[in-house]
């Protein structure tokens, strides 16, 4: 601000970041890196909700948006225009994404542009450089892993107290079907 004074701005954008949501973003974000358009895809259409899907047509215009953004360095890379790039292009296949990851793409865009207002040489992508390492390692960590078979292990126990009794009944059927 004017007298080198500086100012708190408060967005109201307040939200929580659970530890699927932080898989799903690090997934995408290890898509862009490796140049998987087919498994970014595959993630936003996982992740969103969507009226029509046309995965492989999506996975084209993907590749394009990675084969433009990946061939540019760190330092030349623009976060909002990706993110905006990124937004229109799950917008044209009417995907619908959940309020938090539309939360976190507009937070990320208002942090690029307020910080660029103060230092334009500021890019956001330089900041969070050393978090990519960590979070793939935490990724591949053996308590995370645990701690994913310990929730499969649940959700099929789950799965198994609330299937029918006797089921699956129509694989006796279909044998019996296949003998005649």
Same mark, same amino acid.
């Given at each position: 601000?004017?007298?080198?004074?500086?100012?708190?701005?408060?967005?109201?954008?307040?939200?929580?970041?659970?530890?699927?949501?932080?898989?799903?973003?690090?997934?995408? @974000? *290890?898509?862009?890196?490796?140049?998987?358009? !087919?498994?970014?895809?595959?993630?936003?259409? /996982? #992740?969103? +909700?969507? =009226?029509?899907?046309?995965?492989?047509?999506?996975?084209?215009?993907?590749?394009?948006?990675?084969?433009?953004?990946?061939?540019?360095?760190?330092?030349?890379?623009?976060?909002?225009?990706?993110?905006?790039?990124?937004?229109?292009?799950?917008?044209?296949?009417?995907?619908?994404?959940?309020?938090?990851?539309?939360?976190?793409?507009?937070?990320?865009?208002?942090?690029?542009?307020?910080?660029? @207002? *103060?230092?334009?040489?500021?890019?956001?992508? !330089?900041?969070?450089?050393?978090?990519?390492? /960590? #979070?793939? +390692?935490? =990724?591949?960590?053996?308590?995370?892993?645990?701690?994913?078979?310990?929730?499969?292990?649940?959700?099929?126990?789950?799965?198994?107290?609330?299937?029918?009794?006797?089921?699956?009944?129509?694989?006796?059927?279909?044998?019996?079907?296949?003998?005649?």
């Amino acid at each position: 601000m004017d007298g080198n004074v500086i100012g708190l701005m408060d967005f109201g954008m307040v939200g929580q970041i659970d530890e699927q949501l932080r898989e799903d973003i690090a997934e995408m @974000l *290890l898509a862009v890196t490796t140049q998987d358009a !087919e498994h970014l895809a595959s993630i936003i259409i /996982r #992740v969103g +909700r969507s =009226r029509r899907t046309g995965p492989r047509r999506l996975e084209l215009d993907l590749s394009d948006f990675i084969a433009y953004f990946g061939s540019q360095s760190l330092e030349q890379l623009a976060l909002t225009g990706l993110l905006n790039e990124l937004i229109e292009i799950v917008r044209r296949y009417r995907i619908v994404l959940p309020a938090r990851i539309a939360m976190l793409l507009k937070v990320l865009i208002t942090l690029e542009g307020t910080a660029q @207002l *103060l230092s334009p040489r500021f890019s956001l992508l !330089e900041v969070m450089r050393p978090y990519r390492r /960590r #979070v793939l +390692r935490e =990724r591949y960590s053996p308590g995370r892993q645990v701690r994913k078979l310990r929730r499969l292990f649940w959700d099929l126990r789950h799965l198994l107290d609330v299937l029918p009794r006797g089921w699956p009944s129509w694989s006796s059927r279909s044998r019996q079907a296949g003998s005649t």
